[in-house]
């Protein structure tokens, strides 16, 4: 259908929104010059319109609460197209911010709600063309903006340990299923912790790889320089053969310039660590009215079990660590919001494949159903378009700018150690904050356990979290941070700790689960 030419009182808005100075004789010469650029845009329409594929047909449904008790499912499906493969005879959730093609997309929000991508991200392809089966998308945060489970806009996502805490966020269905054993695995994805906090909370392996390790490329973005995409498992054999699978460039996604291809990340990962230097940061404990002193000191118990391993353990202050929250709360605040609530989440300036569609979908949401979101999300909003107001985006090119200060710490302790080691969060999972949680509350719950995983978005190195404790209690994560593309090394550091405490606990759910399938 061809654009219409806009009339002269929507172009005279326009004018007068940006101050334009123009008389009625000049804006009718616009109106002319206007009309005869549309004809690019019309052109570029049926190109893109001839191009387009339609998207396959795969049946998936809501399912019953009664099936779906931690309300990790958003949908369910069932898709398999190879019986052979590496990830053959496994069974995988996919994070409902990412595209399965013919399957309802909501991204935990009211904005997208009802939309049906047509094309299968990247990742969804390579899990399919490696053999593995698709059970369900799993359920996510509103627009993946929280480190809690509160936020969903269909129900609170619940924590297999204790339904009454938190599962995380923002990819809590993602752990969550992987925890209770309905899955074996699931993809995630990450701006500020969102693979590592739900996998820490619900005692899962969670992998943030270094940025653009993981092709991006259909999945629904929150900012482009700090948008993750990872594996979330319940051991590292697992964890390592699904790395393998959905690792490497693919040609779409322009985050991927130097990233590696053809990797066996289960190549050498039961070396054992020997030798291995291991750095505790000390500024990632003792996080002022936020550290929970028993999880910290579990982290501390557990680093240290490394050098039973062969390795040599030592703490070390990096200051810059404390700095990283501040820059990633200005990039991701403004970026954000310039990208995903301004741009319909995608925004522009770079070259990529972008989802049309779900930018139009997304914009149509915007103006219709805003008041629906999440009390995150209006906070997102309030501050950024304060600042933008202000600044014109002067505040984040700052963040931009003073990046490279962490970047170069993080670099210099890696010179002196293998990896680096704290806690991935400074609390175990706390309760679900009720429906009517005063707004302060709500978005504190959502946002305040994030000042150590946000710093590896900030830097892009790739970030382990594995479950350190767990059975009696609630678990606990440790981060092993390396250099970047060195996801090896964490693999390998992942599995010797496994190895050495005889397994990661399973939760009860898991449990229970794994006793009816041996009945």
Request: net charge negative; with cysteine.
């Amino acid at each position: 259908m061809a654009i219409p030419t806009p009339d002269f009182d929507e172009l005279r808005a326009i004018a007068d929104r940006w101050g334009l100075g123009l008389g009625q004789d000049q804006l009718e010469i616009h109106q002319a010059l206007v009309a005869g650029a549309l004809g690019s845009y019309d052109h570029v329409d049926a190109m893109y319109d001839e191009s387009r594929a339609s998207a396959p047909i795969r049946d998936s449904n809501r399912p019953d609460d009664a099936d779906n008790e931690l309300g990790a499912w958003y949908v369910k499906c069932d898709i398999q197209e190879k019986k052979t493969g590496p990830l053959a005879g496994k069974t995988f959730a996919i994070k409902d911010n990412a595209a399965v093609a013919g399957v309802p997309m909501m991204n935990g929000s009211r904005i997208l709600e009802g939309y049906v991508p047509t094309v299968d991200a990247s990742v969804v392809r390579r899990i399919l063309d490696a053999g593995g089966r698709i059970i369900g998308k799993a359920a996510c945060e509103d627009l993946c903006f929280s480190g809690a489970s509160h936020t969903s806009a269909l129900a609170p996502i619940r924590n297999p340990w204790d339904t009454s805490k938190t599962a995380g966020g923002s990819s809590g269905g993602s752990s969550a299923l992987v925890a209770a054993g309905e899955v074996d695995m699931a993809i995630a994805a990450d701006q500020g912790g969102s693979i590592r906090i739900p996998s820490a909370f619900s005692g899962t392996c969670g992998l943030k790889p270094t940025f653009g390790l993981v092709p991006y490329t259909g999945i629904y973005p929150i900012e482009w320089t700090i948008d993750h995409v990872g594996p979330v498992a319940r051991n590292m054999s697992d964890l390592a053969t699904f790395l393998t699978a959905i690792a490497g460039p693919d040609g779409n996604d322009p985050r991927q310039p130097n990233a590696l291809f053809g990797i066996d990340y289960a190549e050498g990962i039961e070396d054992g660590i020997e030798g291995l230097r291991v750095g505790v940061v000390s500024e990632g404990f003792g996080w002022e009215n936020l550290s929970d002193p028993v999880s910290d000191s579990i982290v501390e118990a557990s680093a240290s079990r490394l050098a039973d391993l062969g390795a040599t353990v030592e703490t070390f202050s990096m200051p810059e660590h404390r700095d990283a929250l501040h820059v990633w709360n200005v990039i991701a605040t403004d970026g954000a919001m310039w990208q995903m609530i301004r741009g319909n989440g995608y925004g522009m300036n770079y070259r990529g494949l972008f989802d049309p569609e779900q930018i139009e979908y997304t914009k149509r949401g915007w103006e219709s159903k805003a008041h629906l979101v999440s009390q995150t999300l209006k906070f997102v909003i309030l501050c950024a378009e304060y600042m933008a107001d202000r600044t014109g985006g002067g505040a984040y090119a700052r963040a931009s700018n003073v990046r490279p200060q962490i970047n170069a710490a993080v670099d210099r302790a890696l010179q002196k150690y293998d990896v680096l080691c704290y806690p991935t969060l400074p609390f175990a999972a706390k309760a679900i904050p009720s429906s009517d949680a005063p707004v302060d509350e709500y978005v504190a719950r959502a946002l305040e356990m994030i000042p150590n995983t946000s710093v590896s978005n900030v830097t892009g190195n790739p970030d382990l979290t594995i479950p350190v404790a767990g059975g009696q209690g609630m678990p606990v994560g440790m981060s092993i941070v390396g250099k970047q593309w060195d996801e090896a090394t964490l693999l390998r550091v992942g599995r010797a700790y496994e190895n050495h405490v005889g397994g990661f606990a399973l939760s009860p759910m898991a449990q229970k689960a794994r006793a009816g399938c041996s009945t």
